[in-house]
């Protein structure tokens, strides 16, 4: 990794070049410019703090548009959520039930998933993360982590079948 004075002028670099090619992609999906501007900054601000060797990726545009792309994905999901649980309450008030054990289901079933992926193996977690949070091929992995492309294809067949056999366990409950 490249001294810190060196990789904060890299990144100060691509954030000028990239800020706003990003913020102009993001508001042709989100129709909203100040939406736009904070998915931007939260996207470089996820890039800097994992620490993420820049230099080591070839096409810093395709990655910079999918770590973005999850960054909004997760915004909507929130606003998914809140939104759910939003009417959800307002039923339960207006009906004056205590019963909403189906309320909770789907944030149970969300920790679940997130405690299974925290059992997987250090290396195995990593990989599964970087494919599936943050949108890397099998083959940018290979090159982010200089490990053969058929040992992030073998790991992520161990994550699957591990969380598949955690969560059919928890869906059958």
Known sequence: MKPVKN?????KKLFQDHYDFLCN???TKTN???TS????????????ENQICLEEIKN??????RTARNNLIDLIRSQ???SHHSTAYDYLTEKETEN?????RQDFFISELTMAVEKLKPKTRQIFTLSKRDGLTYDEISEYLNIPKRTVEYNMKTALKSLRSHLQ???ER
């Open 7 to 11: 990789r904060e002028r890299h990144f």
């Open 25 to 27: 992609w993001l508001n």
């Open 32 to 34: 909203c410019w100040d």
């Open 37 to 48: 501007q904070e998915l931007a900054q939260k996207t470089f601000v996820k890039i800097w």
């Open 60 to 65: 810093f545009r395709r990655f910079l548009v």
């Open 80 to 82: 998914k959520r809140f």
């Open 100 to 104: 909403h054990f189906s309320f909770d």
């Open 169 to 171: 366990g928890i869906i």
